[in-house]
């Protein structure tokens, strides 16, 4: 495969990330570029790590891994958005404006937007050598860190304009991502 299909597969797995990389940046106070950095490092790891891992796992594994990804996604990013939700209705103070962005929740969130690319990983078993996945996990990984770091400055001027309705838009953004996976899932693979 060449550096731009790998670029294209990167794109399009980078676009998960990128659309909670804005919740967050339109939600979480602190320091907008500690954020974008987090985010861009978190995501990019995890999809670079995972069809990586899903290269090692191989075709043997890619039917169990079908089966729950996308109920796997939904349940992460609806716990996540859900409690958004729970904290934008009951308002004041942190949790009002989402608070300082949790280790725990970030891992959370790099998880169930890097589902898809251990299947990615797979269906590259059979296309490419080790040396060249090596490469390609490489360059989702960055790809991935630019886009979802990015989104995290989108989400900033998104969050300063919708000021204390950003922690509501964005646990629906959340929750809507995860139905988003379920239903493309279920329905249209």
């Known amino acids: ?6 670029f294209l597969i990167g794109i399009g797995l980078a676009m ?16 907008t570029a500690n954020t974008a950095l987090l985010c861009g490092i978190c995501f990019g790891l995890f999809q670079g790590i995972m069809p990586s891992l899903g290269y090692a796992l191989g075709s043997t594994f890619s039917r169990y891994i ?4 996308h109920i796997i996604a939904l349940l992460l990013l609806g716990y996540i958005g859900g409690k958004m939700l729970i904290d934008a209705f009951r308002g004041g103070g942190e949790a009002a404006s989402g608070g300082a962005l949790k280790p725990s929740e970030l891992i959370i969130q790099g998880v169930a937007t890097s589902i898809d690319a251990l299947a990615v990983g797979v269906s590259l078993a059979a ?9 390609s996990a490489g360059i989702i990984a960055g790809t991935t860190f630019l ?4 989104g995290v400055f989108i989400g900033k001027k998104f969050g300063d304009i919708l000021n204390n309705k950003a922690q509501l838009v964005g646990g629906i953004i959340l929750i809507g991502i995860g139905v988003k996976i379920f239903v493309e899932h279920t329905f249209f693979s």
């Not at 296309?127 to 490469?135: R, Y």
């Not at 886009?147 to 990015?150: E, F, H, Q």
């Open 1 to 6: 495969m060449s550096f731009f299909e790998i």
């Open 16 to 31: 998960d990330a990128f659309a909670v990389s804005v919740t967050n940046g339109m939600c979480k106070t602190g320091k």
């Open 66 to 69: 079908e089966r729950f990804d």
């Open 127 to 135: 296309l490419i050598g080790v040396s060249e996945m090596i490469v």
């Open 147 to 150: 886009i979802a770091a990015a």
